[in-house]
């Protein structure tokens, strides 16, 4: 009994990508060579772009590699093939050679490094749009030239914890502003990790001495705000 | 062979939680009982709202069900418990009768609805700000009366399609101003779905007809934003 949920996940997550390549659905055949834009995996960051693309009436070809994924997608309406983007000739058949901007929102981290690796050798004009899991996810993709990332979770993290501020009582301006500030300093942080990716314990004392940094940041602020209070009230 | 990465998964994902809980690690006593957040689930997302707290210093307590994680976070200087938010005990024990605020990043849904109806039955004080997973996730935590709630990936998607935009050559101005629109339109949707939602049908109705009334927004902006031009013109 203990087996059955998993003789299900071995067979959507393992057994049916390898076995049954050969009589499983084929890729798709994409005939739309016009698009300006390629959107690489069409799950929730992927679909939101494409919303945001057809508003605009920008054409562009969608791409996903879950058969179960593409068929609920088409169900609502929107046309989107089923592929695998790190391959170079489902890249070859979605008008890679012709497109302007590649938006790579597959969530798996290992294949969107795959086809950003792809991409950057085989179609290096294109501009390269990410979304990265994590923080090692986004310096993998640093590192390959993508042209613009974004962590998934991030920017909405940023607006849990600034709305967390002011549901503690925090004004809406000094939320705001505590955000912008974190996010600078999270930012720089990023590149810092980057370099020194590779030794934990430098990785350990540099999120610490992070970690006081942003601290320090508000204290000096607050001193030099009420600094400034004193001699506004001096004057 | 084949098997093998698949024993792996089912020792961490099924008989980990089942088979080892009489003898794994008891769940961590708290002992900070003056902090005025509680920080459920801290991974990608906790993580970020914990360092914007602990900024501005101010006092919370962090609770994360999962072993692993709490070992990392704590190799990197942060104050974790270890606990499952999802039960009443350790809720009381971390101090939730005397709290303010208590954000829900649990990534797991069905873990975060448990701990939101939990929280809303015993510490009905509690301000809830909750990350969603998804639209589904979303609607069942409106239903539960949370407060505040963002779902995790959405706001990262909008900035993707917003330099997407960019990037094919939109202005910063005309990009910004697209993302708005789109945003205020898909926040009204989810209100839409939340009350059809039992119905695919409609739910499918509605999707394509907010697609199409998406595209007429801009049609109709283009439109009047031509005739202004043209009486400026003729003016």
């Known amino acids: 009994m203990i087996v059955s949920p998993l003789l299900m996940s071995l067979h959507t997550t393992v057994i049916e990508p390898r076995l049954t390549r050969s009589q499983a ?35 562009f070809t969608a791409l996903e590699s879950s058969v179960a994924q593409v068929d609920v997608v088409r169900r609502f309406g929107t046309k989107v093939y ?5 391959r170079l000739e489902v890249l070859q058949a979605a008008g890679a050679a012709r497109a302007e901007v590649f938006v790579l929102a597959v969530e798996d981290v290992e294949a969107s490094v795959r086809t950003a690796e792809l991409v950057r050798r085989h179609f290096p004009h294109l501009k390269i749009m990410a979304r990265a899991r994590n923080r090692q996810h986004a ?7 993508v042209r613009y990332l ?6 909405s993290s940023l607006d849990l914890a600034q709305h967390t501020l002011e549901a503690l009582g ?22 810092v990790q980057r370099e020194i990716r590779d030794d934990e314990q430098k990785l350990i004392q540099s999120t610490q001495q992070a970690a006081r940094e942003l601290e320090q940041l508000f204290e000096s602020d607050t001193e030099s705000t009420q600094a400034q209070q004193r001699r506004a009230e001096a004057s």
Do not use: C, W
Request: hydrophobic residues 35%; positive net charge; charged residues 35%.
């Open 82 to 86: 089923y592929g695998d983007a790190s």
């Open 139 to 145: 310096i993998r993709l640093m590192d390959l030239g």
């Open 150 to 155: 974004i962590r998934e979770t991030y920017l």
């Open 170 to 191: 925090l004004t809406h301006n000094d939320a705001v502003e505590s955000i912008r500030r974190f996010d600078v300093h999270d930012r720089k942080q990023l590149h």
């Open 25 to 59: 659905r084929e890729f798709d055949r994409v005939d739309s060579q016009d698009s300006r834009v390629i959107v690489a995996g069409f799950g929730r960051v992927g679909q939101i772009v494409g919303r945001v693309l057809r508003m605009r009436r920008i054409p």
